[in-house]
């Protein structure tokens, strides 16, 4: 049973314009977000956080949605580059800093010129 | 800018052989992960340390795979014996205190077994 669900496996799109990532959890006690960034042959690397007691939060041209009544949330990109072009993990956790991250399936970005 | 270390980066091994990852994470990170991911999924997690101790290794296949941080600071993950489906990237974490930001990634080691 997954917890942490991005059900778009791919995603295409022109460069300078929005990127929108989704994912959707299951397991209400979540409270903490992240999204991490992948690029072949590294290891994920952190992107941007949301704790739970958020609706938004911003850095630079990456902007997290939370939706907490539809556990769901959302990261833009904007504008997209060629350099975005990677796999994005959605991942999740509770019980405080602890925890460990569930992370969903990914998601692969393409940003064509 | 620190980083965790991993090796090896490759390793083909055949089938029933036994073979073993190391990781050196950032130091001063109490809390360390070892995480599989096969291939079009996303990381699994196998086994959590803080500092020597094992605090979950509930999905750790503990009738082939071994993991052990014994001075807290760098760990081995051992798989004996290798089967098929253990091909994957096996990726180690660490995580400073209190802080899931800082949680970091190695560039994992890419298992193939023939």
């Known amino acids: 049973d997954q917890q942490v669900k991005q059900n778009s496996p791919s995603l295409s799109v022109q460069e300078g314009r929005i990127s929108i990532l989704n994912c959707d959890y299951t397991?209400?006690?979540?409270?903490?977000f992240l999204w991490y960034k992948k690029y072949p042959a590294e290891g994920p690397t952190f992107l941007i956080s949301?704790?739970?007691?958020?609706d938004k939060n911003e850095d630079g041209r990456f902007t997290v949605f939370l939706n907490k009544s539809a556990k769901h949330l959302s990261l833009h990109i904007v504008p997209s580059q060629p350099g975005d072009s990677a796999v994005y993990f959605c991942?999740?956790?509770?019980?405080?800093?602890?925890?460990?991250?569930?992370f969903g399936k990914g998601t692969k970005l393409s940003v064509k010129p | 800018e620190a980083e965790v270390a991993q090796s090896p980066r490759y390793k083909i091994t055949e089938k029933s052989q036994a073979v073993a990852f190391w990781c050196d994470p950032i130091?001063?990170?109490?809390?360390l992960y070892w995480y599989r991911q096969i291939l079009g999924q996303g990381p699994e997690l196998l086994v959590q340390?803080?500092?020597?101790?094992?605090?979950?290794d509930s999905q750790l296949p503990k009738d082939r795979f071994s993991a052990e941080r014994l001075k807290g600071v760098d760990s081995t993950l051992k798989i004996q014996p290798a089967e098929l489906g253990d091909s994957a990237m096996y990726l180690c974490?660490?995580?400073?205190?209190?802080?899931?930001?800082?949680?970091?990634f190695g560039s994992g080691t890419r298992l193939t077994v023939v």
């Open positions: 974490a660490s995580k400073p205190p209190g802080d899931f930001d800082g949680y970091t």
């Open positions: 397991n209400s006690m979540f409270d903490y």
């Open positions: 949301i704790s739970s007691i958020k």
């Open positions: 991942a999740a956790s509770w019980g405080g800093s602890q925890g460990n991250l569930i």
């Open positions: 130091s001063g990170h109490a809390t």
């Open positions: 340390f803080q500092d020597e101790s094992v605090v979950d």
